[in-house]
């Protein structure tokens, strides 16, 4: 079935597959397109990773049978992500001229993220290659769910999102809420949405990984039998770790023993005003002491971290899927969430995790200090979470889309 498709490329422009998550603008779509070219590799196919150069022109490979290829276009340093639609045209000739057009050299190119279906349709169109897009996160669906005083995705976003959408031969979707936003809000054929979820390494995380929580406690500083909670993600309005914080300070106020909130991850560009928001109000509110700023932390350290930690939270405003809500499951850690978009796929309720519907602190400390105090329900939901995580794996994701390139070809 899928014997014509020797060679596929996974295109990211706007951010390095291998960057380490959490750091710049790299995140969940960095270990999503990770995790699915090692599977893909691991069956036959061989994968390039593209993405745009900041810095000189390179070659690399991750792994036998996948490559990263840095192509250059526009200044070779690190532009911002407002700016990077300028040179998607550059962008999309540098990778026809890889891709070469007598004999193009690939027979799938999928798309990650608008900015890299908008540079690389056209490529796609001219070679007759057939062309499949993710978007990971959709503007209609970041919009409907902004925060108060977030900014919005601009329109010219939302139009070039319907456009690939019903241009594309192919949509793969991560979770209901994405299909529903991709057929509702952008128009597109049903029948060209495919729904496949993101995996998780069940063996990197898992609540059984050596010496995770020594590491873990020497690096933050962790008391022993301290109740840990972890937020791991960008730093970002999106994101709302003020909620978290705000959470802490309320749950302090129902139990003496206040836990400790780990926060991993760094500043998204232009939102270090935030991030220092974040500082000033763990100040006012008397819970600096309980609050590690750990910065980006590499997947090791995020493992150890999600092993040792009594709960994660989620608290974004929306998820495309939650993978962290994942890596947290096979870590048999419980997340507690805020019930939206794809974290009602990524969190089983009642069985992986709490979702709650309210994003009132006072609602959320009482969910942290349920948990905290009843040690049935941490056992129950730690076992039932990494359960649940076995039931999502890279190589599922990767089979399926193989089944998605098949058809197409």
Do not use: C
């Amino acid at each position: 079935m899928t014997s014509k498709i020797t060679r596929v490329a996974l295109v990211s422009m706007h951010t390095p597959p291998a960057q380490q998550p959490g750091t710049g603008d790299s995140g969940g779509l960095n270990v999503s397109l990770m995790g699915t070219a090692h599977e893909l590799a691991a069956r036959g196919i061989e994968v390039e990773l593209l993405t745009r150069a900041e810095g000189p022109p390179s070659v690399t490979l991750i792994e036998p049978g996948v490559s990263m290829h840095a192509i250059p276009a526009g200044p070779p340093r690190t532009v911002a992500k407002g700016e990077l639609r300028l040179l998607a045209d550059e962008f999309g000739e540098a990778v026809a001229r890889l891709a070469g057009r007598d004999s193009p050299r690939y027979d799938i190119i999928h798309s990650h993220y608008w900015l890299s279906g908008v540079a690389t349709l056209p490529v796609a169109l001219e070679l007759r290659v057939p062309f499949v897009q993710s978007f990971h996160t959709l503007a209609a669906l970041k919009n409907r769910h902004a925060g108060p005083g977030q900014a919005l995705e601009p329109r010219a976003r939302l139009g070039a999102e319907a456009y690939l959408a019903g241009q594309a031969g192919a949509v793969v979707a991560g979770s209901s809420a994405e299909v529903s936003s991709l057929i509702d809000d952008l128009r597109t054929p049903a029948e060209r949405v495919w729904v496949i979820p993101p995996g998780v390494d069940t063996e990197h995380f898992s609540p059984t990984r050596a010496g995770a929580v020594d590491r873990a406690r020497a690096r933050h500083d962790l008391a022993e039998g301290r109740p840990v909670l972890a937020v791991v993600g960008r730093v970002q309005p999106l994101k709302d770790q003020e909620l978290a914080i705000r959470a802490l300070a309320a749950a302090g106020e129902l139990r003496e023993r206040v836990p400790l909130l780990v926060i991993a991850g760094d500043a998204t560009p232009g939102e270090a005003d935030y991030l220092a928001s974040l500082r000033s109000l763990a100040d006012e509110l008397g819970v600096a002491e309980h609050i590690r700023f750990a910065g980006s932390l590499d997947r090791d350290a995020v493992a150890d971290l999600l092993t040792t930690a009594t709960a994660t939270l989620i608290p974004s405003h929306s998820e495309t899927f939650g993978i962290v809500a994942l890596e947290s499951a096979a870590s048999g850690t419980p997340v507690i969430g805020y019930r939206s978009t794809g974290l009602t796929d990524s969190v089983a309720e009642g069985r992986s995790g709490i979702l709650l519907d309210s994003r009132s602190p006072a609602v959320w400390a009482q969910a942290i200090v349920r948990l905290l105090e009843d040690a049935e329900l941490r056992a129950t939901l730690g076992a039932g979470a990494r359960d649940h995580a076995l039931g999502h794996t890279w190589a599922a994701t990767a089979t399926a889309l193989l089944g998605v390139y098949a058809s197409l070809s």
